[in-house]
């Protein structure tokens, strides 16, 4: 049927809609979807952490079980603030270190 559609709409601040937004013939249906669960939270470290290289003793799996009540963002979050701050420590610790050079003769 043309000009038919559906509008999906998520918040995480449910308390703030427009009640205007609520009545019959709008937003007809209302569905909660918690944060996830341990198990979940670490799964989302472990996606959002693929790509980087982790010292031995990270856990995530103790990680994701602290995390009690981070979203799937939040959790995105923390993974590239570690990312970043692993990042600048490195470099910090490069920088005292002596500098090498490299004979170019062959």
Known sequence: CAGSGQVLGA??????IDP????????????YVGPPDSSTREA????????????ADVDLAQIGAA???YTGAD????????GLA???ENMDAQQHCPKRTVNAEI
């Open 67 to 69: 995390a009690v009540g």
């Open 11 to 16: 918040t995480n601040r449910p308390d703030c």
């Open 44 to 55: 989302i470290l472990r996606v959002h952490l693929r790509n980087t290289p982790l010292a």
């Open 86 to 88: 692993a990042l600048t």
């Open 20 to 31: 205007a937004l609520l009545r019959p013939g709008r937003f007809d249906q209302l569905l």
């Open 75 to 82: 959790l995105a979050a923390v993974a590239r603030e570690a």
